[in-house]
């Protein structure tokens, strides 16, 4: 892995230079049904519109990566086509503390919604792993509103999913990535999106590379290795603070 693509890559898909590391996006994939994967968040800044994918795991709480974190976030539930979106909801982000645009690990973050979600057939969560390492299905979709085209700053309006088959994630991330080879996938603008398997998210897509014989990967944040820190960080704020409050006792006494 060479240091520049390091230094211009690593900052992840939406800084990656097209061309460089970016492959083909969805291209190869298939438009959704419209409002099939109603679990699916798209997430956009006020300001700079820059934007991103994610996925409503509670009524409160939106899951994406970390490097999507932006000053003025807005989420918006139940989207199909971009051009028509319902009235967006302030967050309060929570990204992963030990997440740096350095390092590739830990690229997650929670967003808590300022209004929590009504949940109906266009509306919902999806379930996320139950244990660490439990047994992941190899073929797994992932979905966004990211770029069609390797050549051409190309996002879709539309919904976009691809099924992508995992590989052994040795020479690809780190010990908690997962990993996706081959020519379709995600692409700029398709970070923070969901990685699904059988039914339950197991990634969140974090960015990608090429391989040493030139094949495009794409790596994400493996989810079930952080399930201590989703469970703390998704208790409500008054149990956060008793427990605070009471290990400090506890040490005291
Ligand atoms: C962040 O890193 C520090 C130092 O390595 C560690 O003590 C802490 O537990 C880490 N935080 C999380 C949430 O993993
Ligand atoms: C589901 O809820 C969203 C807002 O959370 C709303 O925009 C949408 O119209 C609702 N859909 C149905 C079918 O009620
Ligand atoms: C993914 O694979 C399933 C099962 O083979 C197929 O039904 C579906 O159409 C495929 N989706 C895409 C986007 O190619």
């Given at each position: 892995?060479?240091?520049?693509?390091?230094?211009?890559?690593?900052?992840?898909?939406?800084?990656?230079?097209?061309?460089?590391?970016?492959?083909d996006?969805?291209?190869?994939?298939?438009?959704?049904?419209?409002?099939s994967?109603?679990?699916?968040?798209y997430?956009?800044?006020?300001?700079?519109?820059?934007?991103?994918?994610?996925?409503l795991?509670?009524e409160?709480?939106?899951?994406?990566?970390?490097?999507?974190?932006?000053?003025h976030l807005?989420?918006y539930?139940?989207?199909?086509?971009?051009?028509?979106l319902?009235?967006?909801?302030e967050?309060?982000?929570?990204?992963h503390?030990?997440?740096?645009?350095?390092?590739?690990?830990?690229?997650?973050?929670?967003?808590?919604?300022?209004?929590p979600?009504?949940?109906?057939?266009t509306?919902?969560?999806?379930?996320?792993?139950?244990?660490?390492?439990?047994?992941?299905s190899?073929?797994?979709?992932?979905?966004g509103?990211?770029?069609?085209d390797?050549?051409?700053?190309?996002?879709?309006?539309?919904?976009?999913e691809?099924?992508?088959?995992?590989?052994?994630?040795?020479?690809c991330?780190?010990?908690?990535?997962?990993?996706?080879?081959?020519?379709?996938?995600?692409?700029?603008?398709?970070?923070g999106?969901?990685?699904?398997?059988?039914?339950?998210?197991q990634g969140?897509?974090?960015?990608?590379?090429?391989?040493i014989?030139?094949?495009?990967?794409?790596v994400?944040?493996?989810?079930?290795h952080?399930?201590p820190?989703i469970?703390?960080?998704?208790?409500?704020?008054?149990?956060?603070?008793?427990?605070?409050w009471?290990?400090?006792?506890?040490?005291?006494?």
């Open positions: 892995m060479s240091i520049l693509w390091y230094i211009t890559c690593l900052l992840l898909l939406h800084f990656c230079t097209p061309g460089f590391s970016m492959h996006g969805i291209v190869d994939g298939k438009v959704s049904v419209p409002h994967r109603p679990y699916m968040v997430i956009r800044d006020k300001l700079t519109k820059i934007s991103c994918g994610g996925f795991v509670k409160d709480y939106v899951m994406t990566a970390a490097h999507c974190k932006h000053n807005m989420v539930l139940g989207v199909d086509n971009t051009n028509i319902p009235d967006g909801i967050v309060k982000p929570i990204p503390e030990n997440f740096t645009m350095k390092r590739p690990d830990h690229d997650i973050m929670l967003l808590k919604l300022k209004s979600a009504t949940l109906n057939e509306v919902n969560t999806i379930t996320l792993p139950k244990t660490e390492n439990e047994e992941i190899k073929h797994c979709m992932v979905m509103w990211g770029w069609q390797y050549n051409n700053m190309s996002p879709s309006n539309v919904l976009k691809a099924n992508v088959t995992l590989i052994d994630s040795e020479n991330g780190t010990a908690d990535t997962l990993c996706t080879e081959g020519s379709t996938g995600p692409a700029q603008g398709d970070s999106g969901p990685l699904v398997c059988g039914g339950v998210v969140i897509v974090s960015f990608n590379k090429n391989s014989n030139g094949d495009k990967l794409a994400y944040t493996h989810i079930s952080y399930l820190w469970k703390d960080n998704m208790k409500p704020l008054q149990q956060r603070q008793y427990e605070t009471k290990g400090k006792l506890d040490k005291i006494m």
